[in-house]
């Protein structure tokens, strides 16, 4: 599993950094996490646009979004015919469909549109994505990225030594228990511990809230401010605060993005660390497997 960050700055592009966007890729799938002006350049070099099979949107500020007739349009020209899902807040339909009447975008695949509310899950094959709101002054959502647990492998000697064989296995597998001799075999006694997959947390944009998720493995947070008073009431996180979640929700890991220009990259990196070690500050095209 690969976390690819497109664009990691605060409200309008610089030099070094694009629009919001990072994308996930899992065994050959890619999610897309909001997707900022100019997002098809910065994955180009890195990713394959045909390969994001879905997009989930925080919210509808420009920084987040205007990337996403440019993409589609790419997707069409390269007669790209498998659908894509797009999960968004409140209005995403009305914002999205608005979108597509603005001019001659000739799209060649279905756009699947869904709103998504606090606490939705989005069910996939080997994974989920849950939805919790955020504080943004607008519809807005954080997502969590959870790899669903994987048993583990078969102790075949262990199987064999309780008569297991042939079909059993199957059986086992399917019900996860089996009935031998009168005695009940779990499919617990005769695998290795279950795999605990891994777990992602994007806020998008916001003020600090209550994540409903602990001890994840990559926690993405809102950074934009230094300190309290450079917010000006605006619906953003400081350093301390993205800090402080990480944390509260027990996070390996703490990236912290949405960085505004009027600060050095060495002295967000410094305040970070007074509050929580492992904490770095995202760059366009950097990459983290997990």
């Not at 409200?11 to 997707?35: H, M, W």
């Not at 009447?101 to 989920?128: N, P």
Request: glycine letters at 6%; aromatic letters at 12%.
């Amino acid at each position: 599993m690969k976390v690819v960050f497109l664009g990691t700055a605060a409200s309008k592009p610089t030099k070094e950094r694009g629009l919001s966007s990072i994308a996930l890729q899992y065994k050959g799938n890619v999610v897309l996490f909001d997707c900022g002006e100019n997002a098809q350049r910065q994955m180009l070099s890195i990713i394959k646009p045909s390969k994001i099979s879905s997009m989930f949107l925080t919210h509808f500020h420009g920084d987040h979004i205007l990337g996403i007739p440019g993409l589609l349009m790419t997707m069409s020209l390269n007669e790209r015919k498998e659908p894509l899902y797009i999960y968004g807040p409140k209005k995403t339909i009305y914002f999205l469909k608005n979108f597509f009447k603005s001019g001659y975008f000739g799209i060649t695949f279905d756009v699947i549109i869904k709103e998504l509310k606090d606490k939705d899950i989005v069910d996939f094959k080997e994974f989920y994505v849950r939805s919790f709101e955020t504080n943004h002054g607008v519809p807005s959502l954080g997502y969590v990225f959870k790899e669903k647990d994987r048993r583990g492998s078969f102790i075949e000697e262990k199987a064999k030594k309780l008569g297991i064989k042939g079909r059993m296995f199957a059986e086992l597998e399917k019900n996860g228990e089996i009935y031998l001799g009168g005695r009940k075999i779990t499919l617990e006694e005769v695998t290795d511990p279950k795999k605990i997959g891994k777990s992602i947390v994007y806020t998008g944009d916001t003020l600090p809230v209550d994540i409903p998720f602990e001890e994840c493995d990559l926690l993405i947070h809102d950074a934009t401010f230094l300190n309290d008073q450079d917010r000006n009431d605006t619906y953003h996180s400081t350093v301390k605060e993205a800090c402080e979640t990480a944390v509260k929700i027990k996070a390996k890991k703490l990236v912290l993005t949405h960085i505004s220009q009027r600060y050095s990259i060495d002295e967000i990196q410094e305040e970070a660390w007074k509050y929580f070690e492992n904490t770095i500050v995202a760059e366009d095209f950097m990459v983290i497997e997990l």
